[in-house]
C-alpha cells in the first residue's frame, strides 16, 4: 500500500451535497418572498440545513431541527447566542453562534466552559464532517491500522480548514 499517497481530501461544498440533492426541499414562494432580503449565503444555508435535517454525514454527525428541547438551551447565553446543527446522540452538539456563524463543540459534560470553538463556519463544517466520513471510510478497509498514518493525515486536512482545530477538535483519532 503506498503510504505517501494522501487518503484523505478537502471536497467542495457541492460535491459533498450531490447526493442530498435529489432530497432537496424547495422553499414555498411566501417562504422565497420573505428571505429575498436575506444575503444569498444565508438562503443557501437555510436550504441546505433543510435539505440535510435528519440526515447523517458522518458517525455521531447527524443534522436535526433546533425544537429548543436540546441541553445547551439550559444555559441562558448559549441559547440566546447559539443554534444547534448537529448532534452526536449522546447530548453534545454542534452549535453555529448566531452572530458570526463560527462553530463550537458542546459538550454536556463539563461545567464550565460549556463550549469549544471549532474556528469554523458551516461551509467548512460540511467540509470536516466529510473529512471524518473519509476517515470512518479507511478505518473500515485497512487490516493494520499502522500502515497509513491516517490520524497524520487527517490532521494535516484539519489544519487545512483552520490551523487550530486540531488541537481544539474534540475527539481523539486513534
Known amino acids: 500500500m503506498d503510504t505517501d499517497k494522501p487518503v484523505f481530501h478537502i471536497r467542495s461544498v457541492q460535491e459533498i451535497l450531490a447526493p ?10 411566501h417562504m422565497r418572498n420573505k428571505l429575498s432580503t436575506v444575503p444569498l449565503d444565508i438562503i443557501r444555508l437555510v436550504d441546505v440545513l433543510q435539505m440535510l435535517a435528519g440526515q447523517e454525514l ?22 440566546n447566542n447559539y443554534v444547534q446543527i448537529a448532534a452526536n446522540g449522546q447530548g453534545d452538539a454542534l452549535l453555529m453562534n448566531r452572530m458570526d456563524g463560527i462553530f463550537s463543540f458542546f459538550d454536556h459534560n463539563l461545567t464550565q466552559p460549556k463550549v469549544t470553538a471549532l474556528f469554523i463556519d458551516f461551509w467548512q463544517f460540511l467540509q470536516l464532517a466529510d473529512l471524518i466520513h473519509q476517515y470512518e471510510e479507511w478505518v473500515d478497509q485497512i ?13 494535516s486536512c484539519l489544519r487545512m480548514l483552520h490551523p487550530d482545530l486540531p488541537e ?6 486513534v
Not at 168 to 173: K, Q
Request: charged content about 35%; overall charge negative; aromatic content about 14%.
Open 20 to 29: 442530498f440533492a435529489n432530497m432537496q426541499v424547495s422553499l414555498s414562494r
Open 58 to 79: 458522518a458517525a455521531e454527525r447527524v443534522f436535526e431541527d433546533d425544537k429548543g428541547d436540546n441541553l445547551y438551551r439550559e444555559d441562558e447565553h448559549l441559547k
Open 143 to 155: 487490516k493494520i491500522f499502522e500502515e497509513i498514518d491516517l490520524p497524520r493525515q487527517l490532521e
Open 168 to 173: 481544539h477538535y474534540p475527539f481523539a483519532f
